[in-house]
């Protein structure tokens, strides 16, 4: 069942936000050279917010958004145009005003991974002062 407020085809982007977001976007041009007619703009969204939600590859975006080039393209084109900074901006507007946000906290999230060359490895340390314990062994 969909929400109410909200479009079957495209439940991650309710209507209310998508008529908000849609304003912003660069208006799609023709190849001159003809060939097959672009994907609606909503359609390419809802792909980029799908792999944006599943960490998946561009190429395994399914087919029900369109292609994974014309959605990464589309993303490309879009991040440049300042399409996502406004987007980021508007929703977080959008669900302060439905469900209200508290703006005294803020997350930050990271990620660390081992680096694919193994980096250079550390340099050997001098002590600073004669370690004066005797060792327990002995």
């Known amino acids: 069942m969909v929400p109410l407020g909200m479009d079957a085809k495209y439940n991650d982007l309710p209507d209310g936000l998508w008529e908000l977001i849609r304003v912003w976007i660069p208006p799609q041009r023709r190849s001159p050279k003809g060939g097959q007619r672009p994907i609606e703009d909503r359609r390419a969204m809802a792909g980029i917010i799908y792999r ?26 879009w991040r440049q145009a300042g399409v996502f ?38 340099a050997p340390t001098r002590p600073l002062v004669q370690n004066s314990a005797q060792n327990a062994t002995s």
């Open 52 to 77: 944006l939600r599943t960490g998946c590859r561009w190429d395994a975006i399914p087919a029900e958004f369109g292609s994974g080039s014309t959605c990464y393209r589309r993303s490309k084109e």
């Open 85 to 122: 900074a406004m987007a980021h901006e508007l929703t977080l507007r959008y669900y302060d005003r439905k469900v209200g946000l508290d703006w005294k906290w803020t997350s930050l999230d990271s990620a660390s991974v081992k680096a694919p060359k193994g980096g250079t490895s550390p």
